[in-house]
C-alpha cells in the first residue's frame, strides 16, 4: 500500500463512497476529514482509479492533488523527453569516451632509472599499434608487457596496466653489470697515460714499477705471473693500483690587434612615406661602398592610421685597425685553454682528481698563445684490451 | 497494551469458549496502542467519519471512537488503524448497559 495518489473527494456521504471503493478492492494509505463534504485520500494507482470511477458514476467531485511513483515519473518523463534524450546521449558519449585510451603514460622505476629511453618505449608502443584513442578492449596488458620486454631495450622487468582510460608503462631499465674477469685468464696492466708513478698496489702478480719511476702510455706496469717454486713461474691475471701523476694540456691563441669598422663622420639620409605595404619615396640618395645604417620611424598618423615616415641615414665606414685589451684577452684564453685541457681529461673516460692547474703565455709577434696544464693523480693501470680499445 | 473485545451478546460468554469467537474470525477485534492508534479488525463498515468522531459498523453493532485529529489509515476492507488524539472507545453493547 502506497501513496502514489492524493485525491480530494467533494460531496455528501462519502463514507458510503469509502465503502463502495472498499467493496471494489481499493485500499488506502491514509484517509482525512478537510470538511463537512470533503476528505482527502491517499492510495495507490490502482484504488485511486476505482475512487474516481465511482465518483463518475455519482456525480461526486474528485481532484487529483498529487501524484508520485512510477507513473509520475513515466508522465514527467513523457513531458521531458528531451531530458531524456539528452541523459541517454551523455551516456552514450561517457560510455564512448570511457571505452577509449587517452592517456600513454609511461614511468621507470628501480635502481637506474635514468637510463630508461621514454622514446624508444613509445616507438616500440607504436609499432604495436597502441596509441591515443584506441579502444580499451584492444590493448592486451600481458602481451604488450611482453612484446615490450622483447623489443623496447634492456629492461629488468616491464609492467603494463590499465587504469580506466590510462595505459601505464612501468620500467626498470637494466642495470650494467660490473666489469669483471677471469681471475685465472692471464693478463698484464700497462699505463694508460704518461706519469710519474706516485704508489703501487699490487692485488696479484708482480710489480713491474716502483714509485718514482716515469712511465710512458703502454709500458708494463704489473706483470702478470707469479712465482710457484724458485724456478718456475705461473700466469696470473694481473691485479692492482697504480697511482701516478700525470698532466694534460689545452691551448689557445688570439691576436693582439685587429680591424674593425668606424664611422668617418659622413653621411646621407634618404626618407620615404610609407602606408602598411605602399611606400612613396620623399628623398634618395646613393650611399656609401661600406657604411652603417640607421632606420628612424616617424608616424604621422596618430595611433590609428599606419601612416609613417621611414627615414634611413647612411653612415660612411672606414676599416681601422684597433688592439685587443691585453688582459683581457689573455684572462679569456686562460679559461679557453683550461676547458680544453679539462675537455681532453674528462674525454680519457677515467677517474682522476685534480692536483693543480698553471698557466704561461708566449707572445709571438702578433698572436698571443697561452697553454694550460692540469696535473691530475689517477689510477692509470689498465689491462692492454683496455687500451686498444681506447685507441680504437 | 490494552485488548478489548466485542462480545455480540449483552450476556458474557463463558471464558473457556473465547477462543471460538476468535476461531470464526468473525468477531470484530479492536486493539489499541497507547491512546493515539487504534486498530480495528473485522469491521463491516465506516458509517460516519469525521475528525472528531468515527463510528464502525461490526457484526455484534457499533463501535465509536470519539478524539481530536482522528483520521483512518491503512485502509483496507477487513482492518483498519485510526490514528489522532483518542479519547473514547464506546464498544457495541456498552450503551444498552448504560440505560439498564
Known sequence: MNRDVRLRVEGSLLERLIQRALNDGASFARIQRLGPRS?????????????????????????????????????????????????????????????????????????????????AIRDCLEEHGVRVGMPV??????????????????????????????????????????????????????AARDG??????????????KPGDTVRRGQLLIRGEEARTREETAPVGASGEVIARSWCEGSAEGAL???????????????????????????????????????????????????????????????????????ALEARLRALALAEARAKLAAGGMDWTLRSTWTDCETEGDVLRVRAVCEIAANIAVTRDALNQEVN | M?????????????????????????????????????????????????????VLGTRCGSVEVTGECLSLNQVRRDALVIEGEIRDVRLPGAEAAHES
Not at chain 1, 608487457?145 to 596496466?161: H, I, K, M, P, T
Open chain 1, 39 to 119: 476528505i482527502q485520500l491517499d492510495a495507490d494507482a490502482r484504488s485511486a482509479d476505482i475512487v474516481r470511477a465511482l465518483c463518475e458514476k455519482y456525480w461526486l467531485d474528485c481532484r487529483v492533488l498529487r501524484r508520485g511513483g512510477f507513473a509520475a515519473m513515466r508522465d514527467k518523463l513523457r513531458a521531458r523527453w528531451t531530458l531524456g534524450l539528452g541523459a541517454l546521449l551523455c551516456a552514450a558519449i561517457c560510455a564512448l569516451f570511457l571505452s577509449r585510451l587517452w592517456l600513454v603514460d609511461v614511468r621507470f622505476t628501480g635502481p637506474a632509472p635514468q637510463l630508461g629511453s621514454e622514446r
Open chain 1, 137 to 190: 578492449s584492444a590493448v592486451d596488458a600481458e602481451l604488450l608487457q611482453s612484446e615490450l620486454l622483447a623489443g623496447a631495450g634492456d629492461y629488468s622487468f616491464v609492467g603494463v596496466r590499465r587504469q580506466g582510460v590510462r595505459l601505464l608503462v612501468e620500467a626498470s631499465p637494466e642495470v650494467p653489470a660490473p666489469q669483471v674477469y677471469d681471475l685465472n685468464y692471464a693478463r698484464d696492466l700497462v
Open chain 1, 196 to 209: 710519474v708513478v706516485e704508489s703501487i698496489t699490487v692485488h696479484a702478480g708482480h710489480a713491474a714499477v
Open chain 1, 257 to 327: 690587434t685587429g680591424a674593425a669598422l668606424r664611422r668617418t663622420g659622413r653621411c646621407e639620409a634618404e626618407s620615404a612615406l610609407q602606408l602598411l605595404g605602399l611606400s612613396l619615396p620623399l628623398s634618395e640618395c646613393a650611399g656609401y661602398a661600406s657604411e652603417e645604417a640607421e632606420l628612424e620611424i616617424l608616424p604621422v598618423g596618430g595611433l590609428f592610421l599606419p601612416l609613417e615616415v621611414r627615414r634611413v641615414i647612411h653612415w660612411e665606414t672606414a676599416p681601422v685597425r684597433v688592439e685587443a685589451d691585453p688582459g
Open chain 2, 2 to 54: 490494552k485488548s478489548v473485545r466485542a462480545r455480540r451478546r449483552s450476556g458474557a460468554s463463558a471464558p473457556a469458549l473465547e477462543w471460538l469467537c476468535d476461531l470464526s474470525g468473525r468477531t470484530a477485534r479492536i486493539t489499541s496502542i497507547g491512546n493515539r492508534s487504534l486498530l480495528v479488525e473485522n469491521y463491516r463498515g465506516i458509517l460516519e467519519f469525521s475528525a472528531e468522531r468515527i
